[in-house]
């Protein structure tokens, strides 16, 4: 199982960037699939999720600024961020459980004031 985290950066206060995560050695149809963040000194937190069946959820501190979507022709999962905010600023990764919990390298988010 691989996991491809790409489209971090430098962005502004209130800009946007679309993370991607793609998948292989899976089947990615039946996997849920999620975000998570780490911020330096932080603990790694669940940012979004996705199901198998596309339903999501998402932490209380992104709700209506973060979308997660899925392709299940490109079997990879997205995390459109708008309204980005400088408390943003970390390492995301992309996570499943497919025979055992999966992480992918991370991508880091970088948010200036």
């Known amino acids: 199982v691989q996991l491809q985290a790409s489209g971090g950066g430098l962005v502004q206060a209130g800009g946007s960037l679309r993370l991607s995560c793609k998948t292989s050695?899976?089947?990615?149809?039946?996997?849920?699939m999620a975000w998570y963040r780490q911020a330096p000194g932080k603990q790694r937190d669940m940012v979004a999720s996705?199901?198998?069946?596309?339903?999501?959820n998402y932490e209380d501190s992104v709700k209506g600024r973060f979308t997660i979507s899925r392709d299940y022709a490109r079997n990879t999962v997205y995390l459109q961020m708008n309204n980005l905010k400088p408390e943003d600023t970390a390492v995301y990764y992309c996570n499943t459980f497919y025979r055992g919990e999966q992480w992918g390298r991370g991508t880091l988010v970088t948010v200036s004031s």
């Open positions: 050695g899976m089947n990615f149809r039946i996997a849920d």
């Open positions: 996705i199901s198998s069946g596309g339903s999501t």
